[in-house]
């Protein structure tokens, strides 16, 4: 490969080099403007923490206990990590669901985690007598991130890696979508094949000058340092007092006391003092006080101790407390690793070294969509759109995570053309990749309004109300969100056929749904591709992986006779589904509803509207989705709802497409899953060549060793996902997603399980299973059909 520039000189991007040089890349620049760590990694409390919230966040954090210590035999240099052990305190009953399914994760992933008893916690001058529990994490531990950074930077050069230091970054030179490089401040330009951004709160406008918007926003957040505390337990462990948002840890005999804001006081990394290295805002003890009340509530030695140092930096955070990593969707060539919310010494680790095989490789090495930068809405990245995201954004962190919360802050920032008519019909707005759709359907104020809950959902009777109509009735969707991208050329068909699992040159006018796979046979998109002309494709993916979408399939089209568009804004999207949809599209349009076969579509005209109708249904039921452009989507909608049909929430259609056991991109299917491991098989024509084949013809001549399953549990638990599934006490499997079935009634999860070599459905029905969620084991089944109509009767007929 050829010259791999670094922007950026703190903990990430220098463990970018690190791993770079590690896998034999032989040409790696890094530029910093200033001094190594004269950003914010200088003042990083450095707290290590590798049990996260889901598996895949726990794997890149936990590379951490990995490097750390081989870090100091490669280089003969002290980092300072030293595992203390710490404890999350959980000041509310409802706050320890959350402790125990984390703790259940992190065993399943060789972490030592147990939820105890407020009265185990064993820190001497600690009071929790006011706590409902905690959890106790040994693994947890402290680094001094200055030391860090200097091991990387050792340890990369002496595998070639130049680093300069005083060598500010004017620009990333990019033609035709692809960066060639950047001109420095002076105006020289180096040129190289890969451009790293690794800046941490000033990456914004160097990415966004290159064509890559990054929701990324830096506020002041602090911390203090205690004067020496006598009789301090050696080490002392880690305190997350998780419901006051406050973390306390040991340095040298004294505390460090920190908090995530809530109100975070946003920081303008571009003015005046932006340039400033080692920059230490000024003491602001008004936004910290609730904190230090917090601490001398926890600590009440603190009373008579004082304080050594108020130390206010910068840092930076994004729109949704998760970092922004991977390649940039429209500009090859182009990376970033920024946005680590607090948390880049303990994330260095895994994140610089995912990356650099990223850019090695030109794939991710793992599934990395929870971070991937792709993920991102070009609109989320606006200065008015982050600043409102700082009230709540920062403090999100260590707020209670309820299921199925909703954000309060930086709402609407994406809405159909039919909002307004989806809340005259009493919609409940929540946001779904980024965009508002009705959770459900109030009929009442008192729905409008309803609690959060870690058990039995308040809004489910609703979600059974709104699926109930289907029975005999029918019910609107919101579809409009989906990705649609038009795919138009003298190759198209060539390109098609290579791109999916399925056979594209069908009769115009079928659907066919069909996976987009890796080299590796994993799920890359999750589609369906209508065949609109003798050149003309229509894919449509789902809403929050438009962007990942697009760029994936700009690349793979890159070669063909094709043009791309995407016209996900150009239409609106309505789903008509229940045993009624046939009878009131005849009411309002004259074609032919009736002789109308599954999996087709067709142009109509609709209430006076050409639109383009296809049959398909992820709820199980009769239906259609209906395409119409914007403009006119009013007009359909209200002859729809003056013809009888009633609204239905997104928490009902996902308590519905459960009961039918269909996967869900992000969830149950991914780039680590195949289609033959997730049960989708009958999407593959093993007579054609595709992306990914060779790999799938391998798995299928080795055989199976897991598969995706529907389970039903008894006792009616909250599944979420990632619940370990067990068999005769030993972890066989995780969950991928799971609800409750809004016309069954049942409690219903797919999940990805162990099986025997040439182990068939029947026999794995026969296994004796246990869910483990949030601490309690459920027994559970796995299913041969799906519960709801399994013959798909309904759906077809």
Known sequence: MGRTIIIGGGAIGLSVAYHLAHRGANDVLLLERNLLTSGTSWHAAGIVGPLRATPNMTKLASYALELFPRLEAETGMATGYRQTGGYWLARR?????????????????????????????????LDVSGHAGAMWVAEDANVNPVDLCMAYARAARSKGVEIRENCAVGGILAEGGTARGVALGDGTEIEAESVVICAGAWSKPLAEAAGLHLPLQAVEHMYVVTEPMPGLPDPFPVIRDMDTGIYIKGDAGKLVIGGFEPDAKVWDAFGLEGDRPFLEMPEDWEQFAPFMEAALELVPALAETGIQHFMNGPESFTNDTRPLVGAAPEVDGLFVAAGMNSVGIMSSAGIGRVLADWVVDGQPPMDLWEVDVARADPRAAT??????????????????????????TGRGLRCSDLHEAWAAQGAVFGLTAGWERGLWYAETEVERDLPYSVGAQPWYPIARREAAQMQDGAVLLDLSPFGKFDVIGPDAVAAMNELVCAQMDVPVGRAVYTPMLNDKGGIEGDLTVTRLGSQHYRITSGAATRWRDGALLRRRFAVWRVALHDVTDDECVIGLMGAAARDILSRISDADWVNFPFSTARDVVVAGVDCRATRMSFVG??????????????????????????????????????????????????????????????????DKDFIGKPALEAQRAQGLSRKL??????????????????????????????AKGARTGLTLALGMIEIAPGEKLTDTCTRDFTFDVAGKTYPARALPRAPFDPKGERMRG
């Open 621 to 686: 039921e009769l239906g259609w989705e209906l395409n119409i452009p914007t403009a006119q989507a009013r007009v359909v909608f209200d002859a729809l709802i003056t013809s009888g049909a009633k609204p239905m929430g997104m928490y009902a259609l996902e308590a519905c497409r459960i009961e039918k056991a269909f996967r869900h991109w992000g969830h149950d299917l991914g780039p680590e899953i195949t289609p033959l491991e997730a049960g989708l098989g009958f999407t593959i024509d093993w």
């Open 709 to 738: 399953c529907l389970f039903q549990i008894e006792g009616d638990p909250l599944i979420l996902h990632d619940e370990p599934i067990l068999e005769h006490g030993r972890v066989v499997g995780l969950t991928t997603s799971g």
């Open 383 to 408: 200065d008015v759109h982050m600043a409102d995201r700082m009230a709540e954004s920062v403090a999100d962190l260590m707020a209670m995570h309820w299921p199925f919360k909703q954000p309060k």
């Open 93 to 125: 009953e409802e706050r320890l669901d959350e402790l125990h399914r984390i703790s259940t994760l992190g065993r399943h992933f060789g972490l030592n985690a147990q939820v105890i008893g407020a009265d185990e916690v064993d820190v001497p001058g």
